[in-house]
């Protein structure tokens, strides 16, 4: 593959939330997730949040025992997600805010204020050999707190762009995406991998995909919603194709 090429993590979330609507087997995120790896997804994202309202302790024993790709386990900083990360050891964990009354990860994780804390926490998993990602804004003061830690990755947070871009609110948007380059391009000076995503849609991807330090983007909602209309395997191939555009 590439040194240019862009990958695609395909978050599946959000089947497990139309499973879990009637709370029986089906739709299986495990079907989708394999069904996306041969669509071409270069991995699989998947939340375990603490109130489990998507994916659950066993989609991620399932995932783990069926992917050819890699997991990306995306997880509070909390004791038991610590546990299971360490159970499973998956390719990479990405450490995320959550809070039980939001809707979706809102912002970006404050490592800054948290900085002793947070090393401590993620000692344990890199030792294990995951690769460990730090969600949050397209903030500088983040992004050094997140190298001084010990992170390897850094995810930016595009939902502020996105909002803003999906609202109309067209300045915001370009000061937004502005942003992310500018510390897309301060976290790979600093040595970081830069990851992105959350709200990326057809529309909001390429600018983003464009940033050449920026090595995967992470998309789920939306694809998970276009395949009711499209079908799961056209959905991300057409995200794939947007994504190899932008790059060229
Ligand atoms: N990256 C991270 C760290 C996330 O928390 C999420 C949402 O779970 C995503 C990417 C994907 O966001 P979306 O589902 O809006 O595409």
Known sequence: M???HLRL???IDHVATVRNARGGSYPDPLRAAKLAEEAGADGITAHLREDRRHISDADIDGLMEVLSVPLNFEMAATPEMQRIALRHKPH???IVPEKREE???EGGLEVAREE???AHYIAPLR???C???IFIAADQRQIEAAHRIGAEVIELHTGAYCDAQAEGRMDEAARELESLREMSAFAHSLGLEVHAGHGLTYDTVQPVAAFPEVRELNIGHFLIGESIFLGLTPAIAE???LMDEARL
């Open 2 to 4: 590439s040194d240019n």
């Open 9 to 11: 993590g395909v978050n």
């Open 92 to 94: 990479a964990v990405c």
């Open 103 to 105: 809707r979706t990860t």
């Open 116 to 118: 002793n804390k947070l």
């Open 127 to 129: 030792e294990a050999g």
């Open 131 to 133: 690769r460990v990602s």
């Open 239 to 241: 995200m794939r194709r």
